[in-house]
């Protein structure tokens, strides 16, 4: 079995993969990639079978040594990548780029520009032991392979049982890398608890900036915003299922962007529910970006 031996890890790398759906009842969330359409595509990349695990890197900041001749992809954001040869020799190579490593090579991913979460997949998918189904680590219930440290060394699977890869990918809307000149936007589907606010929530929630603040993490992107959305419905609210992309209103008013690793159930009301590439997208956003709101429904 092939491996890869972990010589760096910066702000935090874990395994994840299209999570564990379906334990709702068991009080667990599905977990897996936080930005799924990068994991998928650098999946792809290599050739991967799409429920493969890879690594999520906070902030890019990995190093990875491998053991034999090893194919990789690096997507998400858009961090600089670089193979430090045996040789001595240095190449440098680019986001959303298939790379080719050999016995002894380290891939080097660096810190992006923009983005928060860089993607690593290599062929044959990381293949640490599954917790329920899925090697994804859930931070909120603690469970699942734990998170990458420095000296892990990490078994790969069998590439044999991988697809045909592509030398790179074109960057087009859906799956381009974060390089945003301005403010992100999200899209909104409204409800299901929208009518539990005055009827100003549309323009509060799509006509000002909101910002990232320091306390978001795979759980949620929490947010600030100048105008706070106002409840109509003073009562509480008796605690119900939430999904994925739910904009959560605590009673400050400042909308929760529930990520990957969300709690199942929730007491306070949803304004509304991203669309499933905005989940993506909001997954990339860093402590201080600006961004948007865009209501389609």
């Avoid at 491996?3 to 874990?14: D, I, K, Q, R, S």
């Avoid at 790969?156 to 936007?185: K, M, Q, T």
Wanted: charged fraction near 20%; include cysteine.
């Amino acid at each position: 079995m092939s491996t890869l031996t972990v010589e760096h890890v910066g702000y935090g790398v874990t395994v994840q993969d299209r999570g564990r759906p379906g334990l709702s009842d068991m009080g667990l969330g599905a977990a897996g990639a936080a930005d799924r359409g990068a994991a998928a595509l650098a999946n792809r990349l290599v050739g991967n079978r799409p429920h493969a695990a890879v690594l999520e890197a906070l902030l890019g900041s990995v190093a990875l040594r491998s053991d034999a001749h090893v194919v990789a992809s690096v997507t998400g954001a858009a961090c600089p990548v670089e193979v430090a040869r045996t040789d001595g020799s240095v190449r440098g190579a680019a986001a959303y780029e298939v790379v080719s490593l050999g016995p002894g090579d380290v891939l080097r991913v660096g810190m992006p520009a923009t983005g928060l979460r860089a993607v690593v997949a290599v062929r044959g998918g990381v293949a640490v032991d599954p917790v329920l189904g899925s090697r994804s680590w859930d931070s909120l219930a603690g469970l699942g392979p734990a998170p990458v440290r420095t000296g892990d060394v990490l078994p790969l699977g069998d590439p044999r049982a991988s697809g045909p890869d592509a030398d790179a990918w074109p960057c087009v809307d859906a799956v381009a890398p974060p390089l945003w000149s301005g403010p992100v936007v999200l899209d909104v589907t409204p409800g299901p608890r929208d009518d539990w606010f005055t009827p100003a929530w549309r323009a509060t929630l799509t006509e000002q900036d909101h910002h990232v603040t320091a306390d978001s993490d795979r759980v949620g992107v929490r947010t600030s915003a100048t105008v706070p959305l106002v409840r109509a419905v003073a009562r509480e609210l008796p605690s119900e299922g939430v999904e994925t992309g739910s904009l959560q209103v605590p009673p400050e008013g400042h909308p929760v962007l529930f990520l990957a690793d969300h709690p199942v159930t929730g007491g306070y009301p949803v304004v509304g529910v991203l669309t499933p590439s905005s989940v993506d997208r909001a997954a990339q956003l860093r402590p201080g970006d600006t961004f948007r709101f865009r209501i389609i429904g």
